[in-house]
């Protein structure tokens, strides 16, 4: 499966295991940048992988800042967009498995590899449960509507 995957300055080493992890779980990841630790703009690599996802060009994405947040909330502004923000492998499996979440976003400051690679496995090896959620997914995809 294709992963976007994208960082900003702060999140740059941790970009660069994460693609390493994919390969080593069978997955082609896709980077998106930043290339380097120079100071850049998180938003921008948030919506670059978000519109990968959103397109099509990848099936999901991943993407890291300093903290997590901040790309969340970039993330989350482009159309068809299901970002989530997690810290540990219950939030990682459940936005997968109950909310249909197409990104996991990651803060490197805030969350030292050993976890981050548990909550990208979590994240990857969930899928949507549907049932239930789907009626709840649909009303969050209706949302789009409203910008």
């Given at each position: ?19 390493g ?6 997955h ?20 670059a ?5 959103a397109?099509?060009?990848?099936a ?8 997590g947040?901040?790309?969340?909330i970039?993330a ?10 997690c ?20 803060g ?9 690679r ?17 009626r ?7 949302l789009?509507?409203?910008?």
């Open positions: 499966m294709t992963i976007a995957v994208g960082a900003d300055h702060a999140g740059y080493a941790s970009k660069e295991l994460l693609k992890w994919l390969r080593e779980m069978g082609e990841p896709l980077d998106l940048g930043t290339a380097g630790t120079d100071p850049v703009d998180y938003p921008d690599f948030a919506v992988v978000a519109r990968a996802v397109g099509g060009r990848a999901l994405g991943i993407v890291v800042c300093g903290s947040i901040g790309v969340s970039a989350n502004k482009v159309r068809g967009i299901r970002a989530a923000y810290t540990d492998t219950y939030s990682a499996r459940h936005a997968r498995g109950h909310n249909d979440a197409n990104m996991l976003t990651l490197e400051r805030v969350t030292g590899p050993g976890l981050m548990e909550l990208v496995e979590a994240f990857l090896s969930s899928s949507f449960e549907g049932g239930r959620h789907a709840r997914v649909d009303k969050i995809i209706a789009d509507e409203v910008r």
